[in-house]
């Protein structure tokens, strides 16, 4: 539905994707992939991944889509990964 709407939509506006625990960043690549070109350069891709073995693959895929990438993880607690 949320790809449908957008190719529907009249005109691009901010689009802000946040992909939480992003782990390779496949679903990020997949969407933006899947986004039309017109919103693709409205699209403000921000992915967020705590294990370092990602870093390197997500810190490419953001940059590939103009996003940013986040080592950091979503919790309710401060707190570290051991």
Same mark, same amino acid.
């Given at each position: 539905?949320? =790809?449908?709407?957008?190719? $529907?939509?009249a005109a691009p506006s901010d689009i802000v994707v946040w992909d939480v625990g992003a782990n390779d960043g496949?679903?990020?690549?997949?969407?933006?992939? =899947?986004?039309?070109?017109? $919103?693709?350069?409205?699209t403000r891709l921000s992915v967020f991944e705590p294990q370092p073995r990602f870093a390197d693959e997500l810190?490419?895929?953001?940059?590939r889509w103009s996003g940013t990438f986040h080592a950091v993880a979503a919790a309710t607690a401060d707190g570290s990964l051991n």
């Open positions: 539905a949320f =790809l449908s709407d957008l190719n $529907h939509a496949g679903w990020s690549n997949r969407l933006m992939q =899947l986004l039309p070109e017109r $919103h693709r350069n409205a810190t490419s895929l953001a940059a």
